[in-house]
């Protein structure tokens, strides 16, 4: 599934590696240098990539095999699995590195047409 491009990050993504949050207490992202990522809550994981300024995730929704062993379900769970998603935002970091902001369509979660992330401090 994973493209395996591992080539050095531009100094724009070495500023995402680490673990983001939009909101205290919530899941978070977790940006791993050989441009994975996936989610705290195990909801979705995939690849991410910075291109002039842009963040691109492709990602994939985590599945459970079924204990069932119908074969029904374990089909269904394995073509969700194939199933891919790419969403795209400009991205823009603070000075210090600990915040970053996407530019996401106003609504009423993002009036401003801004979702802003803090990077989560090492545990």
């Known amino acids: 599934m994973f493209s395996g491009n591992h080539s ?3 100094p724009l993504e070495s500023r995402l ?3 983001w949050s939009s909101h205290p207490h919530e899941y978070t992202r977790i940006f791993s240098p ?3 990522f996936s989610t705290s809550d195990e909801q979705f994981f995939g690849e991410w990539q910075i291109n002039e300024g842009r963040l691109t995730l492709t990602y994939w929704p985590s599945t459970q095999i079924s204990p069932s062993y119908d074969i029904r379900s374990t089909f269904n769970q394995m073509r969700i699995a194939l199933q891919t998603d790419t969403c795209t935002w400009d991205i ?3 000075e210090d590195n600990q915040q970053h902001v996407l530019n996401h369509p106003v609504d009423e979660y993002h009036p401003d047409g801004k979702w802003l992330f803090s990077r989560v401090p090492d545990r």
Request: proline share 0%; hydrophobic share 25%; no cysteine.
């Open 34 to 36: 050989d441009r994975t």
């Open 17 to 19: 590696f680490g673990e």
């Open 8 to 10: 050095s990050l531009s």
């Open 92 to 94: 823009e970091f603070t």
